[in-house]
């Protein structure tokens, strides 16, 4: 049940990274920096979920 709960928290923090994400991108004078640190979040956030469920 936990492994369940983890995969839960994963899939919602990586939906606020995409929202962040999103954000970043529509800003007049967008960070590639810091979007290219969301990416990164958001990779190793996916690579974590495939994982747990493998």
Known sequence: MAQAQRIESLKQRHETLE?????????????????A????????????MENLSA
Do not use: F, G, V
């Not at 929202?19 to 960070?31: A, C, F, I, V």
């Not at 640190?37 to 974590?48: G, N, P, S, T, V």
């Open 37 to 48: 640190e969301i990416k990164r979040q958001k990779l190793a956030i996916k690579d974590e």
């Open 19 to 35: 929202r962040n994400l999103d954000q970043e991108r529509t800003r007049p004078m967008p960070d590639s920096a810091a979007i």
